[in-house]
Nanobody, 115 residues
Framework: QVQLVESGGGLVQPGGSLRLSCAASGSIHSIAAMGWYRQAPGKQRELVAVITNGGRTNYPDSVKGRFTISRDNAKNTVDLQMNSLKPEDTAVYYC?????????WGKGTLVTVSS
């Protein structure tokens, strides 16, 4: 089993920045990739960023150039740096860890972009 705990959400003005962090514990050796997803009210959960054990990253066009995912394998953490935030980035952000057989999820942290 893998446990994930997110931190760093909050209220930020449009154009501002926020950094989310996720700490993983448990069966860390089973994780092949880690990432961030988000779910806005009334919408499906969507991928925000993913990083593999080898350091390869992937972003959807909606956040490319604004968001950066990074991973510290020594600390078992994965961070999401979010810049130039827009109101449409408002959502609950979930940390994800993927093994060969299972997805693990954190409880989520709320990010609100509003003036």
């Amino acid at each position: 089993q893998v446990q994930l705990v997110e931190s760093g959400g909050g209220l930020v003005q449009p154009g501002g920045s926020l950094r989310l962090s996720c700490a993983a514990s448990g069966s860390i050796h089973s994780i092949a990739a880690m990432g961030w997803y988000r779910q806005a009210p009334g919408k499906q959960r969507e991928l925000v960023a993913v990083i593999t054990n080898g350091g390869r990253t992937n972003y959807p066009d909606s956040v490319k150039g604004r968001f950066t995912i990074s991973r510290d394998n020594a600390k078992n953490t994965v961070d999401l740096q979010m810049n130039s935030l827009k109101p449409e980035d408002t959502a609950v952000y979930y940390c994800n860890a993927r093994s060969l057989s299972k997805d693990y999820w954190g409880k989520g942290t709320l990010v609100t972009v509003s003036s």
